[in-house]
T-cell receptor
């Protein structure tokens, strides 16, 4: 089983719908992250969490919200999806505050029509 | 602020030839630098990192990277490319001087194509 699991792996939805992407990890890491990948733009940070009660906005948090339900679970929500949120979304975990090495899930491909 | 630039969208190299994928960075203090690789339909995988010490860092799959502080660069290299090295490569940076609360900043990625 994968250490960082994302569900769903693929989702097609319509403009205005609420969508939730879920991430769970078995690595025992405190830090969890949501990144968005767009062609030519690399990965951009949406939200990150250092523990259950420590949630931080990234560079592109508008239109997104997150919930850290437990140390192992970190979900990303789009309250009202729009087409420019069509992207590949990655969850990642990290252990060491001093180095920042991350472990990524397989990605969730979201298409908003 | 921290940032990283990968000036090449794509690098093409023949199998058996050496390869270089370029990365430059900008931080306020000293950098932590990383290379990640992404194969099709997969998440990113860690290749190597520079924290401190020797400027030449060796990583997975025969890759290495050279930290050059004066040129603010961290280029990824491999002496002999394989077709299986074809993938998307990301450079990432974090500023050592922050409080530990900042996440990695990634470059835009460079697609490496190794021709047989």
């Amino acid at each position: 089983d994968a250490d960082v699991t994302q569900t769903p792996r693929n989702r097609i939805t319509k403009t205005g719908k609420r969508i939730m992407l879920e991430c769970s990890q078995t690595k025992g890491h405190d830090r969890m992250y949501w990144y968005r990948q767009d062609p030519g733009l690399g990965l951009r940070l949406i939200y990150y969490s250092f523990d259950v009660k420590d949630i931080n906005k990234g560079e592109i948090s508008d239109g997104y919200s997150v919930s850290r339900q437990a140390q192992a679970k970190f979900s990303l929500s789009l309250e009202s999806a729009i087409p420019n949120q069509t992207a590949l979304y990655f969850c990642a975990t990290g252990r060491d505050r001093n180095t920042g090495e991350l472990f990524f899930g397989e990605g969730s491909r979201l298409t908003v029509l | 602020a921290q940032s990283v630039a990968q000036p090449e969208d794509q690098v093409n190299v023949a199998e058996g030839n050496p390869l270089t994928v370029k990365c430059t960075y900008s931080v306020s203090g000293n950098p932590y630098l990383f290379w990640y690789v992404q194969y099709p339909n997969r998440g990113l995988q860690f290749l190597l990192k520079y924290i401190t010490g020797d400027n030449l860092v060796k990583g997975s799959y025969g890759f290495e990277a050279e930290f050059n502080k004066s040129q603010t660069s961290f280029h990824l290299k491999k002496p002999s490319a394989l077709v299986s090295d074809s993938a998307l490569y990301f450079c990432a940076v974090r500023d050592f001087m922050d409080t530990g609360r900042r996440a990695l900043t990634f470059g835009s990625g460079t697609r490496l194509q190794v021709q047989p």
